[in-house]
């Protein structure tokens, strides 16, 4: 089984900037892809930005395209998202997932595993 466990958030001012990071247990295939989402209260699970494990190729919200960076880590099995010119839109817990199959997807509900989320808040 794969767990996931999220790090990193944290308060910041607009324009700061943050980096997460999600360490995964065990191994992790090429056929993975790992993502980010991120819920703020009363909305719904947004997708932020997904990276294939095996190739490294990205997929990013149009939110953050420009703003935010995800990479990966093979060895230590873990995935980072770095946040630049953070703005107060961005406020939300913000999960790690992870799917097992190709390919790309933005949808939630196709993710098998998720970590247990981190808060990252900006204020104006």
């Known amino acids: 089984q794969v767990q996931l466990v999220e790090s990193g958030g944290g308060s910041v001012q607009a324009g700061d900037s943050l980096r997460l990071s999600c360490a995964a247990s065990?191994?992790?295939?090429?056929?993975?892809?790992m993502g980010w989402f991120r819920q703020a209260p009363g909305k719904e699970r947004e997708f932020v930005a997904a990276i294939s494990w095996g190739a490294g190729g990205t997929r990013y919200a149009n939110a953050v395209k420009g703003r935010f960076t995800i990479s990966r880590d093979k060895a230590k099995n873990t995935v980072y998202l770095a946040m630049n010119s953070l703005k107060p839109e961005d406020t939300a817990v913000y999960y790690c997932?992870?799917?097992?199959?190709?390919?790309?997807?933005?949808?939630?509900?196709?993710?098998?595993?998720w970590g247990q989320g981190t808060q990252v808040t900006v204020s104006s």
């Open positions: 997932a992870a799917r097992r199959n190709y390919p790309f997807s933005v949808d939630a509900g196709e993710y098998d595993y």
């Open positions: 065990g191994r992790t295939f090429s056929n993975y892809v």
